[in-house]
């Protein structure tokens, strides 16, 4: 006759993929009619496979090597942080092209404004002279929408007009001169919030590439 504890310690030695001292055929015959036993059994189990990679008859199977179980969880991260950061840069990109569109567009009734009979000539070369601000602002957001990188220059020429147009904009309400140009400075203020998405998407914390050079290897 056997007791629990020779069981048990068998049961123990099994999971630790050792040699348990008792024949298998016994240790299993005392398990299948000792609650005791086999509740020891159970639990032992859970605990292990809690724990570390222990097979469902109790063996257990370490990898051949953790690290590899490491970085392949790790690289999974890295691989579902670069697809979304290409998600972000092709959003991005749309949003450029789209808004280099409307500068052309905008460019283009600036020209077609300055063509009037009636027009005075100082006023047509403001007109076409916008137009060419326009265009320029256009190439450059096509230009970022390629290199992401060259994205803090852009946005420092749209942050100043911004900021310029917004300034002469106060200035014109308060003098009550003119109504303020609410497209114009949505557009600026869209395209620059535009850039700083794109600039974001391209370099911001999620960029697995400059966390993987950041750390060792
Ligand atoms: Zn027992």
Redesign the pocket.
Known sequence: MI??AE??AALSARIDGEEAGLDKAVVDA??A??????S?WERSLALSRSLSFVEADGSMSPPEDLSDVIYAGVETEFRKLASRRLLGLSIGRVILGVLAVLYIVWAGQLVAGSGGADMDPEMASLLIGAAAVRVGIAAALLLVAWKPNQIPGVLLIVGAMFGFTIGFAVLDAVSGEATAPWLHLGMLLFTSAALVFMWVADRGPSNPLRTLSAGPQ
């Open positions: 007791s629990h069981v048990q005392h398990l009619h000792c609650p005791e036993c086999a020891f």
